[in-house]
């Protein structure tokens, strides 16, 4: 999908990044690629994603489009495409990141849940998208044997103190694609 942000609506144009999407170890926005160290704000695509368990962030990373295809490319194909096909069947566009936009349960009343945003410089690019766990564990179902140790391979070599089991997938290409 190539986004032309000159096209889009009112409430779909790039803001300011929310503190939501701040890093609490920072204190402050994201500057570098949790993956490859390398600046992100020097105009190429990046994604945050937080993980909350009730108000208190226990995951969060920024991870370049660069480093983000590469994780992707040690999923399988079926996966992708059954992730995807998630995605767009599920999506509720909302413009308030205030409930799951793949259920529609409120923000306030699930427990946990992951934050994605797709950032460029200083900006959301789009809206943020909420995935409350419940959601999170349907779209792990769709996902092969492969590509679910690729994931667990990924977060224990990038983010060493991590609890096993938590899902994370980096994947701005499957998102925006
Ligand atoms: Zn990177
Ligand atoms: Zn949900």
Do not use: W
Request: glycine content about 6%.
């Amino acid at each position: 999908m190539e986004l032309d942000p000159e096209n889009l609506p009112q409430n779909l144009k790039p803001q300011p990044i929310p503190q939501l999407l701040h890093s609490v170890f920072e204190k402050g926005p994201f500057k570098t690629c949790c993956v490859c160290s390398k600046v992100l704000t020097d105009g190429r695509l990046y994604e945050i994603q937080k993980v909350f368990k009730g108000r208190e962030a226990i995951f969060e990373m920024a991870i370049c489009h660069g480093c983000g295809e590469e994780v992707a490319q040690e999923f399988s194909n079926e996966s992708k495409e059954n992730m995807k096909k998630f995605l767009v069947d599920n999506f509720r566009p909302a413009p308030e990141p205030a409930q799951c936009h793949f259920c529609g349960f409120p923000r306030n009343l699930v427990p946990n849940f992951t934050i994605v945003g797709m950032c460029q410089k200083f900006s959301l690019l789009v809206p943020s998208i909420i995935m409350c766990e419940k959601c999170t564990e349907r779209l792990q179902g769709k996902l092969s044997r492969k590509t679910r140790e690729a994931q667990g391979d990924f977060i224990k070599d990038n983010f060493p103190g991590v609890p096993e089991g938590l899902d994370v997938t980096p994947s701005p290409s499957l998102i925006l694609g």
